[in-house]
């Protein structure tokens, strides 16, 4: 596709008028092969992110990065199910959703994203385990679902291509809270594995990319409807994310809380989350009648280890070492990247803790190379935080509330940031659930 085309696409896009539908398909044809220019890929996302593109024009996009490569089929997709999160400080679920589901008796071929902006992504974490390959064809990831119900893998130029460039373009020009691009590049990818049932978790908050409830909702009615007329059966939950999850911020750090839920010996926060999207998942494929139902299934994989032991096969399968993997599910600490440093950052005050600024700490983690500027920047698996208390306990001056664990020396400008972080209160707090609510 040439430049003169997509200037075209630009136009109509600035200009509000319907984009020419074949150059839309030329383009996401070109974008999937490599064969367009980077500045004219970075124009029309640009033009999106300002202007918006309408519903039908939005469908055709995704059914269009949908097609841009393969679709993973099945016999029969009613117990084939996946979720997406639209990116949270602390978002691990993935990690334990699969395992979790499999364990339940769901299948689980699950395409997951790199960090994007302040949020983490599950590529990220799952890379921090030693010899842990997320780069799955889609036969290899049909083939593991098969044989142990859940797998994790890499968005790759096998499924859904296109959406590949567009998404690491994205990450690096501030196009990334755009409602049609996030439905499309999520939507076309959960189609690819053809699902039967799909979760959607909508972040609302200060550190989401979506801020106001509104909003947020908007890009929920705007993602299950994509996903419904694709024929799958979807829910989005609408949560809450101003304070992070649980106690581990960090792409190491997360794999280790993630694994102590799976023990059943994790944060209760953490644990509410990926509990309410399996549950959700268990009912939509009557596997359980009732939410009680399903979540005594879940406490049940946990309780009785099965969670866990699915999460080791899913490493041995996907590359770890058989002694590497068992050591990682008992003693995760000794597997794991550490950092060359922990500094603990102590109360100024004594007070109730009513907000800890998840947004601040990713910003912050960023900064020391837990995410990325530019698409071609690593990850330092090991940075991150472990947040020591929960929402509404009460702290003294002087105890620590947080350790950042960081390889490089902090300066006195983010030492101040660290101390403003966390907010306390005279009173008491009244605890709230993360779940706002539900759109279907």
């Known amino acids: 596709m040439n430049s003169d085309d997509v ?20 383009f996401i044809e070109s974008v999937a092969s490599h064969k367009i220019e980077l500045g004219a890929v970075e124009k029309w996302l640009r033009a999106v992110h300002a202007n918006g593109i309408s519903v039908e024009e939005t ?27 639209t990116g949270g400080v602390g978002d691990k679920m993935s990690l334990m959703l699969a395992p979790i589901l499999a364990a339940c008796g769901l299948k689980v071929p699950m395409l997951a994203g790199r960090g994007l902006g302040h949020t983490g992504g599950t590529i990220d974490k799952l890379e921090s385990i030693p010899g842990f390959n997320c780069s799955l064809s889609p036969v290899e990831m049909k083939k593991q679902v098969e044989e142990i119900s859940c797998c994790i893998a890499a968005q790759n130029d096998a499924i859904a291509p296109a959406d590949g460039l ?52 908007d890009l929920a009615k705007s993602m299950v409807g994509a996903a419904k007329r694709l024929g799958i059966n979807t829910v989005a939950q609408i949560t809450q994310m101003d304070y992070p999850i649980g106690r581990f911020v960090g792409n190491s750090l997360e794999v280790l809380g993630s694994i102590k839920v799976l023990q059943n010996n994790g944060s209760a926060d953490t644990l509410e989350i990926v509990s309410f999207q399996c549950q959700e998942l268990l009912v939509m494929t009557k596997l359980a009648d009732s939410p009680e139902l399903a ?35 008992q003693e995760p600490e000794i597997v794991l990247p550490q950092s060359a440093m922990v500094t603990e950052i102590k109360s100024e005050e004594s007070g109730y803790v009513s907000e800890i600024d998840a947004m601040a700490l990713a910003v912050i983690a960023r900064r020391h190379g837990a995410g990325r500027f530019a698409i071609d920047d690593s990850i330092i698996p090991e940075i991150g935080f472990e947040i020591l208390p929960n929402r509404g306990d009460y702290i003294s001056e002087g105890e620590v509330w947080l350790a950042f664990h960081h390889n490089d020396d902090i300066d006195e400008d983010t030492m101040i940031e660290l101390n403003q972080a966390i907010h306390l209160s005279g009173k008491p707090i009244q605890q709230t659930g993360r779940l706002i609510s539900k759109i279907s």
């Open 7 to 26: 200037e075209i696409l630009v136009s109509q896009v600035t200009n509000s008028t319907k984009m020419d539908a074949n150059l839309l398909q030329q």
């Open 59 to 85: 469908s055709q996009l995704t059914k269009g990065m949908m097609h841009s490569g393969e679709v993973i089929s099945w016999l029969d997709n009613s117990l084939v199910v996946d979720k997406h999160s």
């Open 166 to 217: 567009l998404y690491a373009i994205r990450d690096v020009t501030d196009t990334i809270d755009s409602l049609p691009l996030i439905t499309a590049s999520i939507i076309s990818k959960k189609a690819a594995e053809g699902l039967g049932a799909l979760v959607l978790d909508v972040k609302c908050g200060a550190a989401a990319f979506m801020q106001r409830q509104s909003d947020a909702e």
């Open 295 to 329: 979540r005594e299934m879940i406490s049940g994989v946990l309780a009785d280890g099965t969670a866990l032991e699915k999460f080791k096969q899913m490493c041995v399968y996907q590359g770890v070492r058989p002694d590497i993997a068992q050591q990682l599910v």
